[in-house]
């Protein structure tokens, strides 16, 4: 048979035909293999849900309605004509990749993975394959990751820095999975630590799964008052372009997301400081990642896909674009580059028609800029 048949796209999402399931769809259907929890890939409406063990915590929350169940990694599920298993991606807690088997052909769907060791979830997993369908979010030479224990600490010697002079520190970062990754980087030294409404309900839900974090207070003008000048206080990014903000002045401000590592898109989001702490691959780590598996051929599925298969076919790669509607959840690292000149295209437009976004479209200073981060010093 071949490695197409395997996923196809339909109306309502991709589609296993042979399995009778769909992955991460973007429509209401009968069965949903669920890579991971964040919002473009986990939509409500669906009747049954299948995801990873370690994540369903995670996922109840998203999804209330719905029956769920759970499959551990590495557990093998016959399903219709396949069989299927779920082996880490290191996203976030929870996060898989899902491996098709039918009649010794194997595909594997990554969703979104990072290859950096994360405390807070089962790291990623190489699984050998004939086909990967892989992310390419930050499918662009310009995006490699610092050492991401070096950006930590530079995180934390800046909010030490705030609660000397004596200005709290406000860090724009996402409600699931990059907020648990920096608060499990944290201690005691750090408090107070307060944070935003939003964020709170998935931190409970990693600590009901067993992540180890620091205590933290509600982001509430009571305890802004009680820590004025002194607190490290985590929000979502919309926060911060709103009046909440102004009752934690006087304050400096910061992000953490892989979209930091350009220099305009930090100016965008209005923050004085980028640190560049990404729950997804960068470019060497798709690279790596694709070559590992072996695999005869590669799709990539949502990001910067042109750029990213045409490299591969220069390298003698079977490469292709399979069209998905990842990428447009409020989850995630994806609303950044919407705002940006290096943004990643959207449906309808030029580029999605044409695949993806076009390599000669792009100014050579964004391809290749080498250090594009001012004041690494902190």
């Known amino acids: 048979m071949s490695h197409r048949s395997l996923i196809e796209r339909s109306p309502t999402g991709l589609w296993c035909p042979s399995g009778g399931f769909h992955i991460d769809p973007w429509g209401a259907v009968e069965r949903a293999v669920i890579t991971h929890a964040h919002a473009d890939h986990a939509r409500p409406g669906s009747k049954r849900y299948l995801s990873a063990t370690d994540g369903l915590g995670v996922m109840r929350r998203r999804l209330p309605t719905g029956r769920h169940e759970g499959l551990g990694y590495g557990e093998r599920r016959s399903i219709g004509d396949v069989v299927v298993s779920l082996h880490p991606a290191g996203h976030l807690l929870g996060a898989a990749q899902i491996r098709i088997e039918r009649r010794g052909e194997v595909c594997v769907f990554s969703g979104d993975y990072k290859l950096e060791p994360d405390p807070t979830c089962r790291s990623f997993e190489v699984v050998r394959c004939h086909h990967f369908v892989s992310e390419s979010t930050f499918g662009l030479p310009v995006y490699r990751w610092p050492n ?10 800046w909010r030490r820095r705030c609660r000397e002079e004596g200005r709290n520190a406000i860090l724009a970062t996402y409600a699931l999975g990059k907020a648990q990754r920096v608060l499990a980087a944290l201690d005691a030294d750090d408090a107070p630590i307060l944070v935003h409404g939003a964020l709170r309900p998935m931190i409970d839900a990693y600590r009901e799964a067993g992540v ?15 820590h004025r000048g002194r607190a490290l206080i985590l929000a979502p990014p919309s926060a911060l372009a709103g009046p909440w903000v102004r009752t934690f ?10 979209w930091m590592r350009m220099r305009g898109l930090r100016r965008r989001r209005n923050v004085e400081r980028g640190f560049v ?10 690279l790596g990642a694709i070559e590992a598996t072996g695999c005869e051929r590669v799709s990539l599925t949502h990001g910067f896909t042109a750029p990213l298969r045409d490299h591969l076919r220069r390298q003698g790669h079977d490469a292709d674009i399979l069209a998905t509607r990842f990428g447009d959840g409020e989850e995630g690292d994806a609303d950044l580059p919407s705002e940006s000149a290096t943004e990643a295209p959207g449906e309808g437009s030029a580029d999605a028609a044409s695949g993806g976004t076009s390599l000669e479209r792009r100014p050579e200073s964004l391809l290749f800029e080498q250090d594009p981060l001012e004041d690494r010093s902190s």
Do not use: K, N, Y
């Open 212 to 226: 180890e974090m620091p205590e933290v207070l509600p982001a509430t003008r009571e305890h802004a008052q009680t």
């Open 249 to 258: 002045l006087p304050a400096s401000t910061a992000a953490a997301s892989g």
């Open 148 to 157: 991401p224990d070096t950006e930590l600490s530079r995180l934390r010697s």
């Open 277 to 286: 702490i990404s729950d997804h691959a960068d470019w060497p780590g798709l």
